[in-house]
Nanobody, 120 residues
């Protein structure tokens, strides 16, 4: 069974930094694209950043130059380094990964979400 678990959220003042982590676990995993999405109250979930298995990245315009996505394939983990945080970055951040394990075909998996709150 595949699990995707985020960590690293919290409360930070505007201008501060946080680092989110997301680890996938299961049997003989193959992981393609991994990414981070966020959902603020009353808004739709939106893409923050994605990274492919070969390291290509894509960012939402609102976070370019402030956020950096990276991954450690040996640890099946994706990271999101968030700098110069703004109150409008406040949201629940979700990890997403396209995974195949020993028993299943390729599927899209979501983590449970981690709250990021930026105070002004």
């Amino acid at each position: 069974q595949v699990h995707v678990v985020e960590s690293g959220g919290g409360l930070v003042q505007a201008g501060g930094s946080l680092r989110l982590s997301c680890a996938a676990s299961g049997s003989r995993l193959s992981i393609n694209t991994m990414g981070w999405y966020r959902q603020a109250p009353g808004k739709q979930r939106e893409l923050v950043a994605v990274i492919t298995s070969d390291g290509s990245t894509n960012y939402a315009d609102s976070v370019k130059g402030r956020f950096t996505i990276s991954r450690d394939n040996a640890k099946n983990t994706v990271y999101l380094q968030m700098n110069s945080l703004k109150p409008e970055d406040t949201a629940v951040y979700y990890c997403n990964a396209f995974i195949r394990d020993y028993y299943t075909v390729w599927q899209n998996y979501w983590g449970q979400g981690t709250q990021v709150t930026v105070s002004s």
